[in-house]
T-cell receptor, first 111, second 118 residues
Framework: GENVEQHPSTLSVQEGDSAVIKCTYSDSASNYFPWYKQELGKGPQLIID?????GEKKDQRIAVTLNKTAKHFSLHITETQPEDSAVYFC??????????FGQGTILTVHP | GAGVSQSPSNKVTEKGKDVELRCDPISGHTALYWYRQSLGQGLEFLIYFQGNSAPDKSGLPSDRFSAERTGGSVSTLTIQRTQQEDSAVYLC????????????????FGPGTRLTVL
């Protein structure tokens, strides 16, 4: 089955800096890659996603890139703010529709 | 209604007891998913429903775990003879459909049920 690896497990940045989280996947047939943000005590919430026929997608301060050949994708957050502090999960969706999640990254943005 | 709701929000039980966790998906969502999130871990897939049937139960860790969905809406996850290693946050998600287009497949998560087995 699909295997998703996510790095780093923790990331600490100063407010205004950029943050990058990377994921790799194993199933070359996976076709959809969402990113979720989970705040304390809440369920994960979709923040951005990318399909396999697109190399990059941007939404204000967040962007996602996908390299299908290397089977990796990344989340980029620019001009980080304290409210960006949360746990971020990447995921890959197989042809069956099943999502496999990475282990998560705890992002801390220091004011 | 609003989003996915789950109850209870917290459950403390003694080892060996049975527990039932409830999930109310977003109205009209035909697909429903259960995940388990242990401390510091990612989301572990448990089971997926399409309507009332469960095409994929591959993630259920043992036969102590079972789930059902009635009326294509509410789902209940039951854990029998709970063990300490069952302690985790149990998350439910729903989506319009399964496997057909990214936007229709987006999973919306509930707040989870935190289960503690003493």
């Amino acid at each position: 089955g699909e295997n998703v690896e996510q790095h780093p497990s923790t990331l600490s940045v100063q407010e205004g800096d950029s943050a990058v989280i990377k994921c790799t996947y194993s199933d070359s047939a996976s076709n959809y890659f969402p990113w979720y943000k989970q705040e304390l005590g809440k369920g994960p919430q979709l923040i951005i996603d990318i399909r396999s026929n697109v190399g990059e997608k941007k939404d204000q301060r967040i962007a996602v890139t996908l390299n299908k050949t290397a089977k990796h994708f990344s989340l980029h957050i620019t001009e980080t703010q304290p409210e960006d502090s949360a746990v971020y999960f990447c995921a890959a969706r197989a042809v069956s529709g099943k999502l496999t999640f990475g282990q998560g990254t705890i992002l801390t943005v220091h004011p | 209604g609003a989003g996915v709701s789950q109850s209870p929000s917290n459950k403390v039980t003694e080892k060996g007891k049975d527990v039932e966790l409830r999930c109310d998906p977003i109205s009209g969502h035909t697909a429903l998913y259960w995940y388990r999130q242990s401390l510091g871990q990612g989301l572990e897939f448990l089971i997926y429903f399409q309507g009332n049937s469960a095409p994929d139960k591959s993630g259920l860790p043992s036969d102590r775990f079972s789930a059902e969905r009635t009326g294509g809406s509410v789902s209940t996850l039951t854990i029998q003879r709970t063990q300490q290693e069952d302690s985790a946050v149990y998350l439910c998600a729903s989506s319009l459909v399964q496997g057909q287009g990214a936007h229709r497949n987006e999973q919306f998560f509930g707040p989870g049920t935190r289960l503690t087995v003493l």
